[in-house]
């Protein structure tokens, strides 16, 4: 059975709000302990006591989280941002003929454009540029499951400095959560983070996304 001490700390990290309030040293820790106490059911002298040094010892771990951050900030100030419009996504059926797939992608890559496809358990997702998807429906027809247009492709390129420091990308994530934006599909390659959003959408990336 888990000690009071676990569970407050189990607590405060399932409470993000909560977590970043003890990283910056904002937050009174004895209604902290009273709130925890409160909500786990555990409202006794001895556990709020117990909760209260837990939230304290808490609080000095997150200071080596918020030098990460600082290094995780300095990463993004040093990104690029590129921004690709005309964007669909195309999920299909796994069963379809894998030469049709490459076929398509040769015929794409010969011109420069857009295409990134991503093996699933059932299905591939496909990533390209929407004047292609004639083409793609030509050769799968029923095999499409579902195509998601008026799309955006947002690439993030990093300094090789994000390869070592922990918490770029859930950085990275949790803005597009912090500014109600949702990401249709994301993926990353070395030092490039992509991200899929609707193009309506695009000008507040932009603004978020410039730290």
């Known amino acids: 059975m888990p000690t009071t001490a676990e569970l407050a700390e189990k607590y405060i990290v399932e409470h993000p709000s909560i977590k970043d309030c003890l990283k910056y040293n904002v937050i009174n820790y004895s209604r902290l302990a009273r709130k925890i106490s ?97 083409d793609l429906k030509k050769l799968f027809d029923k095999d499409i499951l579902k195509i998601s247009r008026n799309l955006a492709m947002v690439i993030i390129k990093s300094p090789e400095e994000m390869e070592s420091t922990p918490g770029v990308i859930p950085y990275m994530h949790s803005l597009f959560g912090v500014y109600g934006v949702n990401i249709v599909e994301t993926m990353s390659c070395w030092t490039d983070t992509i991200f899929v959003v609707a193009e309506d959408d695009i000008a507040r990336v932009i603004k978020f996304l410039k730290v």
Do not use: H, W
Request: hydrophobic share 40%; with cysteine; proline share 1%.
């Open 38 to 134: 409160k909500e786990l059911g555990i409202e006794k002298k001895s556990s709020d006591e117990a909760i209260l040094v837990a939230c304290r010892r808490y609080s000095l771990k997150l200071k080596k989280e918020q030098f990460y951050e600082e290094k995780v900030l300095k990463i993004m100030r040093n990104s690029e941002l590129e921004i690709k419009n005309k964007i669909v996504v195309v999920i299909i059926d796994k069963k379809l003929y894998i030469e049709n797939l490459l076929a398509i992608e040769k015929k794409i890559r010969r011109t420069a454009d857009t295409f990134y496809a991503i093996e699933g358990n059932k299905v591939f997702t496909i990533i390209l540029s929407e004047k292609y998807l004639p």
